[in-house]
């Protein structure tokens, strides 16, 4: 697996499938067992946590959540040029003078965006996120989405795992399968086919399409007359692109 | 005009002048170190180690070894090792370090039964004494305060990173599990300077109250770190004051000036306040 300078890739996969130990090994907090890891010289990595993993009872500020990561600053001061990159950083993600607020009274979304900024507050040159949607609103994930994509387009690398094929999988640009190996790797359309899912998830799902984007089933819809005719028309199409 | 007096009367004695200087300094470098503590969910490492460093004390003050050595060594090792097996999250972890300091509080007192001079010793250890409290004392408070201030001013950023994020510090490249060592380390040395002023009993809580009180008050860590060691201060020298005129023991009259400020705290500070000091754990 390769990830070049200004992708935005997603991994996707089973609980247990090995997502969160590949970041873990890329992050270099636990050693491969197997295989190697190379990483460009000076890279920086951002990394932003599960929303579920936040003590978001600790007493900290949004500004202070930015600027704990600069840890050769010595003194807690936030010195002048800090302070006008931070704002820059907020400004950029929607989060404009929200500095002095507990981490607490923020919305879903610029919970999710704050740690977001902390990592971009760090001028990463890779941003890693875990689980970026996971325990959180349809909305939230669609700011979410919107931002990822818009940090993209300025020229940002992203990695992420996700567990929600429809909501953010399906619209990344590239995917790979995950489960203890690479099942497959490619863009939504190769990757989210039927025969993919079912190796990498272990049962069978089903696959529509929508406006030109794959849309997973995770329920059993085998009886469905429609839905076979349609999977069928699918396949035959595919086929004869290839 | 004769209560003023009255008030200043305490301060003739140089006993007093000293107990005061070392209480008010244990009472800010206590505040400070609270923070961690409470944060870190660690109140009963705290109370844990307070006990193990007695046993130290015992033994150092039985085999005619330094107070600070014997003690010191002793907290230290232990410190750091149970700084190690709560971080490791075993199984049974807390009940590990309650039977380790609980063995080492008890030993200390088989010993200095056995061959200490007198109770009076025990008690003082115990609860804390301002006679007691020598030049050498008020020096080691002093130099402990000042190491403790600067390395949490000048790492102020990699404490709270390691303490707030521990997973994303490590992933960051901050040495997460040095900074935890550093911590227990300054821990042990705070409560060995200290314990002879406020007592192995009660110096868990002047860990505590203080930390739990900013808490309450301010929902910003900086802030936090600044308030906790100025309201530790402020209830060592009210304390210490209020024994003299109580004819109370000092560490028992500091823990329950602190207890009332904190009781104040959160009856004024109202409902939101009370909820941040519901969701610190471990307390």
Partial sequence: MHVRRGEFVGIVGPSGSGKTTLLKAITGSVPPTRGTIEIADGIRVGYVPQVESVDWNFPITVGEVLTMTRTRQRWPRTSPSERVEMANVLDGLGLSGLQGRHIRELSGGQQQRVFVARAMFGKPDILILDEPTSGVDVRTRHEILHLLRDLHSKGSTILLTTHDLNGLASHLPRLMCLNREVIADGSPRETLIPEVLERTYGAPLHVLEHGGMPIVLDHDYTSSEVLRDTERQMRSERETRQ | ?283
């Fill in chain 2, 1 to 283: 005009m004769t209560i003023a007096l009255d008030l200043l009367a305490p301060y003739d004695f140089a006993f007093f002048q000293r107990g005061m200087v070392a209480a008010t300094l244990a009472g800010a470098l206590c505040g400070v170190l609270g923070v961690f503590v409470v944060l870190r969910g660690m109140s009963y490492i705290g109370h844990g180690l307070s006990h193990a460093v007695f046993g130290g004390a015992a033994a150092s003050a039985v085999m005619s070894i330094n107070f600070f050595l014997g003690a010191g060594i002793w907290g230290i090792i232990s410190g750091v090792l149970i700084g190690r097996i709560a971080r490791r999250k075993i199984i049974g972890a807390d009940a590990a370090i309650g039977i380790v300091t609980t063995a080492s509080f008890a030993g200390g007192i088989a010993l200095l039964n056995r061959y200490g001079q007198a109770r009076k010793s025990i008690e003082a250890v115990l609860f804390g004494s301002v006679l007691g409290v020598s030049w050498a004392d008020i020096a080691a408070i002093s130099a402990v305060s000042l190491a403790v201030g600067a390395i949490v001013l000048f790492a102020y950023r990699a404490f709270l990173f390691a303490t707030f994020d521990p997973q994303v510090a490590t992933v960051s490249g901050e040495r997460v599990a040095a900074i935890e060592v550093i911590l227990m380390v300054m821990l042990s040395v705070t409560i060995l300077v200290t314990m002879r002023v406020i007592g192995t009993l009660l110096i868990s809580a002047l860990l505590v109250i203080p930390a739990a009180t900013a808490r309450m008050i301010t929902n910003s860590f900086s802030r936090m770190l600044m308030l906790s060691p100025i309201i530790g201060a402020v209830c060592c020298l009210v304390g210490m004051n209020l024994s003299y005129h109580l004819d109370t023991s000092a560490g028992a009259t500091i823990i329950l000036v602190a207890a009332a400020v904190f009781t104040a705290t959160y009856l004024l500070a109202g409902r939101r306040a009370r909820l941040r000091v519901a969701s610190l754990h471990h307390l």
